[in-house]
């Protein structure tokens, strides 16, 4: 079974642009959620979807917003980027929400 | 909000020895601690969870501790080899809330 895919691996926008990334979850995981890694902060959880419906979100500005598909595919926004937005974000799917998370090789974005 | 804290930040043990990282949580509530290992230029892989209605739990080489009374839960890897090399994460969060809270990680280095 193929594992979590994200998209694309490799990102660099300038301070000010926006940027969407994608993540396909695992065939039938039906969770997905979002993840920043940064050097300073470690592993901070941005959100989780499950049936398409934002369940829970982490303490993030507006300005990061996602969505996920009725395939169960998500996509997550930023906007309005600042250079503390260089990071590597990660998406994890589940089969349910009580279920253990798989992660994804994440997207590496630089803000210049 | 939980936090969760991880020592050592730093591990480098002889191959066939053993490797313990320890993490400590704060919220009560918490109930799900799985722990991943990520690899240079991967996303983080599961390798071992425990639920808190178990104390130890062992896979092969691998084994985790939990102590709900204290809040520490600990991991064990038993004869290390070359390949374990990596930076492994403690996390916890309340099972079917999706939010994983991590620590800050623990290079472990095996020296052959």
Known sequence: KAGVTQTPRYLIKTRGQQVTLSCSPISGHRSVSWYQQTPGQGLQFLFEYFSETQRNKGNFPGRFSGRQFSNSRSEMNVSTLELGDSALYLCASSFRVTYEQYFGPGTRLTVT | ?112
């Open chain 2, 1 to 112: 909000g939980e936090n969760v804290e991880q020592h050592p930040s730093t591990l480098s043990v002889q191959e066939g020895d053993s490797a313990v990282i320890k993490c400590t949580y704060s919220d009560s509530a918490s109930n799900y601690f799985p722990w991943y290992k990520q690899e240079l230029g991967k996303g983080p892989q599961l390798i071992i969870d425990i639920r808190s209605n178990v104390g130890e739990k062992k896979d092969q080489r691998i084994a985790v501790t939990l102590n709900k009374t204290a809040k520490h839960f600990s991991l064990h890897i038993t004869e290390t080899q070359p390949e374990d090399s990596a930076v492994y994460f403690c996390a916890a969060s309340i099972e079917g809330a999706q939010k994983l809270v991590f620590g800050q990680g623990t290079r472990l280095t095996i020296n052959p």
